[in-house]
């Protein structure tokens, strides 16, 4: 009997990725969908790799019965993420399938979708996505949902990650009650909301793009029947919260930029109290040389590990390195 890779349709698009990248997938069976679950098929021989290569996800291995592919079975499509029932399209996926095609792998997959996107390029001051409607419905908003926690994603005009879900929680996990927290570059507020859900804490998040700041407050609102916490939302830029906020009293601060984290690490030590935490993401090719980096920029505070979070590229990946302020 084969076996598949069970994984919430949130994650479909990241495991079948990763398990493309491992040559893992069964080209001569079809992906399918169960309730909420996405079930992909995979090489048994190569079982050990899939769940390395899957370590960041919730999924299971399990006994399924996929057809076949016929001639006329959509293809599988490149890396895609799923915001509701909006799908993220790269543009590099045009380059080797028509739109047509594109189209119909997706739906085939997610047959509730109601709107299909390409993203692109990021522009601006806020490095937003640059959508172009490819299918569907002209949409302003999608809604997303991560641990029972729901999301309204205003599309194009705020950062918003739905590959981070699964880092969202884990960082929340990891926070303490009664903990004062900083988030510097809050987005719509993924972290704030999964820290302020598990733990009585006080979040501050801060994100410099108005329309982010605003879905902040309006996600807060759509999910405080479900906080424990505080959510204190903020619109400055990043290097002005010295400024505005007490010096050296939050227990953690996240930065997650990966692209000019770093570039804040002046401003680090002086929110964090002694002891405290620091979740730095950071874009990197070789994360060991990297540390060499963190360790010259931020004197004051020892690694204490790392964990890759996202494959940027085949090189490259998003990593997330944990210091303590001495």
């Given amino acids: 009997m084969p076996l598949c890779v069970s994984v919430d349709k949130g994650a479909a698009s990241i495991a079948l990725s990763t398990l493309k990248r491992i040559k893992a997938l069964r080209s001569d069976l079809r992906v399918t969908r169960q309730g909420s679950r996405v079930l992909i098929p995979v090489d048994e021989s190569k079982l050990d790799e899939v769940e390395e290569a899957l370590g960041g ?9 996929p057809p076949l592919v016929s001639k006329t079975a959509p293809p599988t499509i490149p890396a895609y ?8 399209v790269r543009s590099r996926a045009l380059e080797s399938l028509g739109e047509d095609e594109v189209v119909s792998a997706l739906t085939s997959i997610h047959p509730r979708l109601r709107s299909i996107y390409v993203v692109e390029e990021t522009t601006g001051e806020y490095r937003v996505p640059s959508l172009r409607l490819l299918w569907g419905e002209n949409r302003g908003y999608a809604e997303a949902r991560e641990y029972g926690l729901v999301f ?12 981070l879900a699964e880092e969202h929680h884990r960082v929340a ?3 303490e009650d009664g903990e004062v927290v900083l988030d510097m570059f809050s987005g719509i507020g993924g972290f704030a909301l999964h820290i302020a859900s598990l733990r009585d804490a006080f979040v501050v998040a801060n994100d410099k793009n108005p329309e982010a700041y605003k879905h902040i407050i309006v996600n807060v609102r759509l999910n405080y029947k479900k906080l424990k916490g505080v959510v204190y939302p903020l619109n400055y830029d990043a290097a002005d919260l010295v400024n505005v906020l007490e010096r ?3 227990d953690r601060v996240i930065a997650n930029l990966p692209t000019r984290s770093l570039d804040f690490a002046p401003f680090y ?20 040389t990297t540390y060499d980096v963190v360790r010259e920029k931020l ?8 964990r890759l979070v996202l494959e940027h590229s085949p090189r490259t990946g998003v990593f997330r390195v944990d210091l303590v302020k001495r």
Avoid: K
């Avoid at 309204?152 to 590959?163: M, Q």
């Fill in 81 to 88: 993420d799923l915001v509701g029932d909006v799908a993220l």
């Fill in 57 to 65: 996800l919730e999924f299971a291995v399990v006994d399924c019965h």
């Fill in 248 to 250: 050296e009293v939050f």
């Fill in 152 to 163: 309204r994603v205003p599309l194009g005009r705020a950062y918003y990650n739905p590959r």
């Fill in 173 to 175: 996990e990891s926070v």
């Fill in 299 to 306: 004197a004051d505070f020892s690694i204490e590990g790392h």
């Fill in 269 to 288: 030590g002086r929110l964090l109290r002694s002891g405290g935490v620091l979740h730095l993401y950071i874009l990197s090719h070789d994360i060991l």
